[in-house]
Structures are given as structure tokens and as C-alpha cells.
């Protein structure tokens, strides 16, 4: 079956860590995006990339960073610098940005 | 900084009544807009898309677009419990690949 994977579900983070969550889609997609969503909120845009080795910041980019070194994979790094990471983040991808995203089911990021 | 405006409710539409959302956007050379459901805890999945001026009809739900007024609207027919859930409106940037979202409406629909 063709979708998007994301690992772990649950990811715990201590002060000062990096954490790295994991992001692969079999569905031969060219763009990706990885989007933070706080409770109650919306969706906001981290980091996206529309083809190998080539990614943009999105609105809130700091204290993130992302790689894109193969088609199937978009992982997301939450650096130290990220003073509030607790948040649900999810990851998707698309064939064409006009046409629907595809989801991943999500990590609960949070802070020991 | 583009922006998608969407009142955040919690919007209260008792059962088989018409629930209606909306959204505005700030981008005007957007062409590409989207509603997204999302249920508690789960990924949002689409409700609809549309491209041109005007509705979009697709089962119960009935997209509205207008692009010179820079709103897009959800309406939602002979609501049902399965209904409630979280809207997010969506809109591709004109100008690049990014897909801004809204900060959704909490759609609640009574018995």
C-alpha cells in the first residue's frame, strides 16, 4: 500500500537534545512539508521541499532543520535551540502543491 | 506573511441543519484552495478542493469560492454527529509551493 509513514508516534525530548523524526513516502511524491500544529490550533509550516536536495523555510523555521537527500525521505531535526518544542507534527507530501496533501499520522513531540 | 483567516468556534449546528464555514485569504494571486477535516487526535484528511469562482458541489458538501472578495466557504447539508471535527481551510501560496493553512473552525454538531 502506497502512503506516508511517520516514527516514532510518541518521542519524548530532553533539555538540550536534538531529536529527529522520520518521514518516508512510497508514493513517488515530489514535494514534502512538514507542518507543526499546537492544540486548538492550525497547521503551520516548518520546513517543505519540492525536489531533492532542495528545501524552504517556512513560516516558523527556527530552531529546525530538515535534509532531503533521497525522493522517499523528508526527515525533521528539532535542535535545542527549539526552546518549545512540545507539539503534534505532522509530515505530508503531494505530486503537485495544486493538488491535495497527503498526511502522515503524526508525532507527539514532547518535553521530559 | 500570507494569511488564512478562519473564526476558530466552537460552531454549534443542531443535527440535519446546514453548518456553514468560512475563510479568507491574503494572497490574491492564489488559485488553489482546499478544505481539510480533522478529527481529534488524527491527520486531516480533504473535504474538497476547488479552483474557479463559484460552487462546487461534491455529496453534502458544497464549496464557495469568490477571488475577488478573497473568501472561500464550507457548507455542510443535513449535518450529522460524524460531522463534528476540526476545518482546516487551506490555500497554495501564488508565488511558491507552500500550502498556509488556517487555525480551523471546531464544527459541533447537537443532537
Known amino acids: 500500500d502506497g502512503g506516508i509513514t511517520q516514527s516514532p508516534k510518541y518521542l519524548f525530548r530532553k533539555e538540550g537534545q536534538n531529536v529527529t523524526l522520520s518521514c518516508e513516502q512510497n508514493?513517488?511524491?515530489?514535494?514534502m512539508y512538514w507542518y507543526r500544529q499546537d492544540p486548538g490550533q492550525g497547521l503551520r509550516l516548518i520546513y517543505y521541499?519540492?525536489?531533492?536536495?532542495?528545501?524552504q523555510k517556512g513560516d516558523i523555521a527556527e530552531g529546525y532543520s530538515v535534509s532531503r537527500e533521497k525522493k522517499e525521505s523528508f526527515p525533521l531535526t528539532v535542535t535545542s535551540a527549539q526552546k518549545n518544542p512540545t507539539a503534534f507534527y505532522l509530515c505530508?507530501?503531494?505530486?503537485?502543491?495544486?493538488?491535495?496533501?497527503?498526511f502522515g499520522s503524526g508525532t507527539q513531540l514532547s518535553v521530559l | 506573511q500570507k494569511e488564512v483567516e478562519q473564526n476558530s468556534g466552537p460552531l454549534s449546528v443542531p443535527e440535519g441543519a446546514i453548518a456553514s464555514l468560512n475563510c479568507t485569504y491574503s494572497?490574491?494571486?492564489?488559485?488553489?484552495f482546499f478544505w481539510y477535516r480533522q478529527y481529534s487526535g488524527k491527520s486531516p484528511e480533504l473535504i474538497m478542493s476547488?479552483?474557479?469562482?463559484g460552487d462546487k458541489e461534491d455529496g453534502r458538501f458544497t464549496a464557495q469560492l469568490n477571488k475577488a472578495s478573497q473568501y472561500v466557504s464550507l457548507l455542510i447539508r443535513d449535518s450529522q454527529p460524524s460531522d463534528s471535527a476540526t476545518y482546516l481551510c487551506?490555500?497554495?501560496?501564488?508565488?511558491?509551493?507552500?500550502?498556509?493553512f488556517g487555525s480551523g473552525t471546531r464544527l459541533s454538531i447537537r443532537p
Open positions: 521541499s519540492q525536489i531533492v536536495n532542495d528545501f
Open positions: 476547488i479552483y474557479s469562482n
Open positions: 494572497d490574491r494571486g492564489s488559485q488553489s
Open positions: 508514493l513517488n511524491h515530489d514535494a
Open positions: 487551506a490555500v497554495k501560496d501564488s508565488s511558491a509551493s507552500k500550502i498556509i
Open positions: 505530508a507530501s503531494t505530486r503537485d502543491p495544486n493538488e491535495k496533501l497527503f
